[in-house]
């Protein structure tokens, strides 16, 4: 079955960096765009950057951008999002997300990893 | 960028009740809309994509509909398992955006 695992989660402080990483299997992840989506703790749901499925195109929430940079590894089935001068505000569960085939949305979504931005 | 709009933000409602939810988008979206289920703790839970296609193991109790601006999710018989938070979803061009969630609650 489709797995999608976040790790690289924990405490930080305001102006650090962190790497998030997302092992997928049991799907061909060369072939899928993926997503990044937060969540800030009892708030909705943001959409945070993509990744085109060979990593030629990407895009980011004005919110994280030129802070963030979204990547993939293809040989090792790995998202992975680099995230450097953290906000308290980038505090939030982090989902990675498959956009699923033939027009579909976010059909399979990682557990989450909380990053916790506080001095 | 897109805003969607979603009515109401929380809602309750008994055990066999038929629930609607509302979700605006500040310009047409076609039918570039999904809803999710989300329970707390829990990642979201794809229910309806390009605004009325069920996802694949959703029950049918559960419907979309809509197109341009407007649309709804509808649940035809509140099931117990059904009280969550709900998010629709705008997906086709960047940045994609999410409604503000209703939280359905038992009544």
């Known amino acids: 079955q489709v797995q999608l695992v976040e790790s690289g989660g924990g405490v930080v402080q305001p102006g650090r960096s962190l790497r998030l990483s997302c092992a997928a299997s049991a799907f061909t992840f060369s072939t899928y765009p993926m997503h990044w989506v937060r969540q800030a703790p009892g708030k909705g749901l943001e959409w945070v950057a993509f990744?085109?499925?060979?990593?030629?195109?990407?895009y980011y929430a004005d919110s994280v951008k030129g802070r963030f940079i979204i990547s993939r590894d293809n040989s090792k089935n790995t998202l992975s999002l680099q995230m450097n001068s953290l906000r308290t505000e980038d505090t939030a569960v982090y989902y990675c997300?498959?956009?699923?085939?033939?027009?579909?949305?976010?059909?399979?979504w990682g557990q989450g990893t909380l990053v916790t931005v506080s001095s | 960028d897109i805003q969607m709009t979603q009515s109401p933000s929380t809602l309750s409602a008994s055990v066999g009740d038929r629930v609607t939810i509302t979700c605006r988008a500040s310009?047409?979206?076609?039918?570039?809309l999904a809803w999710y289920q989300q329970k707390p703790g829990k990642a979201p839970n794809l229910l309806i994509y390009k605004a009325s296609t069920l996802e694949s193991g959703v029950p049918s109790r559960f419907s979309g509909s809509g197109s341009g601006t407007e649309f709804t999710l509808t649940i035809s018989s509140l099931q117990p398992d059904d009280f969550a938070s709900y998010y629709c979803?705008?997906?086709?061009?960047?940045?994609?955006?999410f409604g503000q969630g209703t939280k359905v609650e038992i009544k």
């Open positions: 979803q705008f997906y086709d061009s960047y940045p994609w955006t």
């Open positions: 997300a498959r956009r699923g085939n033939w027009g579909s949305a976010y059909d399979y």
């Open positions: 990744i085109s499925y060979d990593g030629s195109n990407k």
């Open positions: 310009q047409s979206i076609s039918y570039w």
